[in-house]
């Protein structure tokens, strides 16, 4: 995808820092369009899966595959690590969600600098998780930016950016793909002129910057007490990690329930906010602070996602509530 012919002005060495999912499309896309790109930069190999082994990132993958070196420093402050970089005369350094700060003296080895591809409209929604934190208080828009990075979290001046908006059924995993892909658009038609000098930067406004912090498992528990206009943005921002989860009381004991899809239904709760008011064959309706809460989706623990009807059918929940206090 998104190739052209390449120009002698881009002839330029890239070292490419990423590791996730997200930050492969912008590699592949270097690759496609014949940018050099002498080496790769990931995170270590972490464990992952049952058995805990170590598993190389999808950004090492893809590097491998097209035999690009790879290199997995645990910081880049040391000066073993940058001067590992320094030997490698690059020209650009080109990063998307890598999980590691750059600094200083790495952001000054490059002839051209460091740039980052990052998934929001900055200064809105500086930090790890701009996605889904975007989603979770109902923005309607979104975006890329390309920024010349600096010493700061997301700080750097802007080179280009491109809008998109966010529909009232998007998810964490829809908008991501959505994202990855325009990402990958926004840095390829950009950066012929950033290397060329034709771009002039432009500083970010700091009072308005909002920063998104890093996800966590806890912050999924549903909190029943809230409006199910805001629960359900929380069950389609956490979707597909770490997604929005409950407690339901399984004869005597507490299981957990994950939730993956819902709907605000237009109706008042009077109940106890996490009563479940019905339990059928149209899945099941939960009372929240404000309003009435309908799952669609749902996974019991050591089970596959499924329908709520299919769950509703197999248990009995009409009346119970949901939530922390189940002990």
């Given amino acids: 995808m998104f190739l052209r012919e390449l120009t002698v002005s881009e002839s330029v060495r890239i070292v490419y820092a990423g590791t996730p999912d997200f930050a492969v499309a912008p590699l592949v896309s270097l690759i496609a369009s014949g940018y050099e790109v002498i080496a790769v930069y990931t995170q270590p190999d972490r464990p992952a899966g049952r058995g805990r082994e170590p598993r190389p990132s999808p950004v090492k993958q893809k590097a491998l595959e097209h035999q690009i070196p790879v290199f997995q420093p645990e910081s880049l402050k040391s000066e073993a690590a940058q001067s590992e970089l320094r030997e490698l005369k690059p020209d650009l350094m080109v990063v998307t969600a890598y999980g590691l700060l750059l600094p200083q003296a ?4 490059p002839r051209l600098g460091c740039i980052n591809v990052h998934a929001s409209l900055l200064p809105r929604w500086r930090g790890a998780a701009p996605i889904q934190r975007a989603i979770l208080v109902g923005d309607t828009q979104t975006g890329i930016t390309i920024m010349q990075m600096d010493k700061g979290l997301d700080t750097g001046d802007m080179l280009a950016t491109q ?3 966010i529909s009232d059924d998007e998810t964490g995993a829809s908008l991501h ?23 002039t930067p432009q500083k970010q406004d700091d009072a308005q910057a909002t920063y998104a912090r890093k996800l966590s498992k806890q912050e999924a528990e549903v909190d029943w007490s809230l409006p199910a206009a805001q629960i359900h943005r929380t069950v389609r921002a956490y979707n597909a990690w770490p997604v929005a989860f409950t407690y339901w009381r399984k004869k005597n004991q507490r299981e957990a329930l994950r939730i993956w899809k819902t709907e605000v239904l237009p109706v008042a709760a009077n109940a106890v906010a996490g009563t ?13 602070g404000e309003g009435v809460l309908h799952l669609l989706q749902v996974q019991p623990s050591g089970k596959k996602m499924m329908a709520a009807a299919d769950f509703a059918n197999a248990h009995h929940l009409d009346g119970q509530v949901l939530g922390a206090c189940l002990t």
Wanted: hydrophobic fraction near 50%.
């Fill in 163 to 165: 809008a998109c908006s």
């Fill in 276 to 288: 479940v008011l019905h339990c059928g064959r149209e899945g099941i309706e939960v009372a929240t």
């Fill in 106 to 109: 790495v952001l000054e080895i």
């Fill in 177 to 199: 793909d959505r994202l990855m892909v325009m990402g990958a658009e926004t840095l390829m038609n950009m950066l012929p002129d950033f290397i060329a000098g034709k771009i």
